[in-house]
């Protein structure tokens, strides 16, 4: 059929158009998560207003406040940058775990994740981080898990009114060494009200942190960005030798990959060394890496 110059140029143009925009249908969605730090790992000196500014300045829309902070300050400050509460850390677990084997020390650490659960609820976070205890200096893993689990388990009630969860985080406390065993100790409390905080960085010592969030799944309640170097640490080395985001050996691909299919789209929450964040310039290097994590 023979088409007059104009009408061929019409449909030409068509044809372009559709080859166009058919590449937009078929691209992967743009993970949704929302960039957080834990505001003890901010490096930027100043006031906790000034620390925020700095943060929501680099691009962060959250911070991880700890628990006992001032509680009055924490507010004026979230409220004044506009920054949200992503989650809160609890401030006693390491120095009174709840798997001491002494009651007094378990109780201040009992209160003291108490204290972290009213802390996220006046701030407006849905999750508390807890470390669950420590098994090492005279205490077993078995005792570790028994005790921890009996304090936790009188906190749930607490949470629930309150409205807000239990993360457990997997950390070098000797105590939760596979992915297994992380969701042997959720399930053990059978409640909606304790989940998973997973730490990517933290999982490296142990294997890939894609198969623990194979593992947990729809349990991980938050997550922690941080990066994991398999190279033995120099003898005296420190936290802040922890590699840069993207300079590391986690398999970001993949962990992204396992991300999406557990279905999280939540909080990243961002525990780098404090160095890495000692001017506003630092902090944007390090939102620029998380956003090249989320793309990959």
């Known amino acids: 059929m023979h088409l007059p110059r104009r009408s061929f140029l019409q449909l030409a143009a068509g044809a372009a158009a559709a080859l166009t925009f058919r590449p937009a249908v078929a691209a992967t969605p743009r993970r949704s998560y929302r960039k957080a730090i834990m505001y003890s790992t901010i490096g930027v000196k100043g006031s906790v207003l000034e620390k925020l500014r700095a943060m929501k300045a680099a691009g962060f829309v959250g911070v991880e406040p700890l628990g006992g902070m001032n509680r009055e300050e924490m507010v004026a400050a979230l409220q004044e940058t506009g920054l949200a509460a992503a989650s809160v850390c609890c401030h006693t677990h390491w120095v009174k775990p709840l798997s001491a084997p002494d009651e007094p020390t378990r109780k201040i650490g009992y209160d003291g994740l108490i204290h972290s659960l009213q802390d996220a609820k006046a701030y407006g976070a849905t999750s508390v981080l807890l470390v669950p205890g420590v098994a090492r200096n005279g205490v077993t893993y078995q005792q570790c898990w028994d005790r921890s689990v009996a304090e936790i388990r009188?906190?749930?009630?607490?949470?629930?009114?309150?409205?807000?969860?239990?993360?457990?985080?997997?950390?070098?406390?000797?105590?939760?060494?596979?992915?297994?065993?992380?969701?042997?100790?959720?399930?053990?409390?059978?409640?909606?009200?304790?989940?998973?905080?997973?730490?990517?960085?933290?999982?490296?010592?142990?294997?890939?942190?894609?198969?623990?969030?194979?593992?947990?799944?729809?349990?991980?309640?938050?997550?922690?960005?941080?990066?994991?170097?398999?190279?033995?640490?120099?003898?005296?080395?420190?936290?802040?030798?922890?590699?840069?985001?993207?300079?590391?050996?986690?398999?970001?691909?993949?962990?992204?990959?396992?991300?999406?299919?557990?279905?999280?789209?939540?909080?990243?929450?961002?525990?780098?060394?404090?160095?890495?964040?000692?001017?506003?310039?630092?902090a944007r290097d390090m939102t620029a890496r998380m956003d090249r994590i989320f793309a990959s």
Do not use: C
């Open 154 to 282: 009188r906190a749930i009630p607490v949470a629930r009114d309150l409205g807000v969860k239990i993360a457990i985080e997997n950390v070098g406390n000797d105590f939760i060494l596979s992915p297994q065993q992380a969701v042997d100790y959720v399930d053990a409390f059978a409640s909606e009200w304790v989940g998973w905080h997973f730490d990517i960085g933290n999982a490296g010592r142990y294997g890939p942190a894609e198969a623990w969030i194979q593992a947990l799944g729809k349990r991980i309640v938050r997550i922690h960005i941080k990066d994991y170097s398999a190279k033995p640490a120099e003898p005296g080395a420190k936290a802040a030798a922890r590699p840069k985001l993207l300079d590391g050996d986690t398999n970001w691909p993949a962990v992204m990959r396992a991300l999406d299919a557990a279905g999280y789209r939540d909080w990243a929450i961002t525990e780098q060394p404090s160095n890495q964040t000692a001017t506003v310039e630092d």
